[in-house]
T-cell receptor, first 113, second 118 residues
Framework: GAGVSQSPSNKVTEKGKDVELRCDPI?????LYWYRQRLGQGLEFLIY????????KSGLPSDRFSAERTGESVSTLTIQRTQQEDSAVYLC???????????FGSGTRLTVV | AQKITQTQPGMFVQEKEAVTLDCTYD???????LFWYKQPSSGEMIFLIY????DEQNATEGRYSLNFQKARKSANLVISASQLGDSAMYFC???????????????WGLGTSLAVNP
């Protein structure tokens, strides 16, 4: 597609439920990142995928968070047993290997009630 | 430890005037890159400008320029001729290259909210 697409744009869920967030990167972009942005804060790195290499999961805050990506296609971020502190905007970005330019999606605003 | 500091939570500027948004960084690496992004109320992160640590010239992109002072570890964004549409959050970010060219995570500042007054 022309840009990075994220869905849903908004998600309200009850505490304790699982949620799945989707990111569709720009075609041909080998690198994909997930970031979390809490209200009034900067971005926190969550996870990074580079082609078929093992992902860098060093930013995942707990084992309730996981993410998958098959090859250079769509990625899903799953949060299990959601907690209120998980409420944030989850941003996905993609880029071409070696390029310093990252293209972000519009994010998924997650609200846990 | 790597760190980005943006000391201005909010800034105001009159339309058509220039404004400088401050950013200082901390890194022990010699090779790194500095970014500025704009985040309007829609939430999307928009890439503005990039400065490599070895670039001798300050980066410029249209009305955006980066005042890079390596010895002071500062990378301030200058927006000339402000427009109403420039009202947004502005984030400074850094990427360390760790000796390779692979993409790595960005370290982000907390942002500066810019309001352009008519």
């Amino acid at each position: 597609g022309a840009g990075v697409s994220q869905s849903p744009s908004n998600k309200v869920t009850e505490k304790g439920k699982d949620v799945e967030l989707r990111c569709d990167p720009i075609s041909g972009h080998t690198a994909l990142y997930w970031y979390r942005q809490r209200l009034g804060q900067g971005l926190e790195f969550l996870i990074y995928f580079q082609g078929n290499s093992a992902p860098d999961k060093s930013g995942l805050p707990s084992d309730r968070f996981s993410a998958e990506r098959t090859g250079e296609s769509v990625s899903t971020l799953t949060i299990q047993r959601t907690q209120q502190e998980d409420s944030a905007v989850y941003l996905c970005a993609s880029s071409v290997t070696g390029s310093y330019g990252y293209t972000f999606g519009s994010g998924t605003r997650l609200t846990v009630v | 430890a790597q760190k980005i500091t943006q000391t201005q939570p909010g800034m105001f500027v009159q339309e058509k005037e220039a404004v400088t948004l401050d950013c200082t960084y901390d890194t022990s690496d010699q090779s790194y890159g500095l970014f500025w992004y704009k985040q309007p109320s829609s939430g999307e992160m928009i890439f503005l400008i990039y400065q490599g640590s070895y670039d001798e010239q300050n980066a410029t992109e249209g009305r955006y320029s980066l005042n890079f002072q390596k010895a002071r570890k500062s990378a301030n964004l200058v927006i000339s001729a402000s427009q109403l549409g420039d009202s947004a959050m502005y984030f400074c970010a850094m990427r360390e290259f760790n000796g390779g060219g692979n993409n790595r995570k960005l370290i982000w500042g907390l942002g500066t909210s810019l309001a352009v007054n008519p």
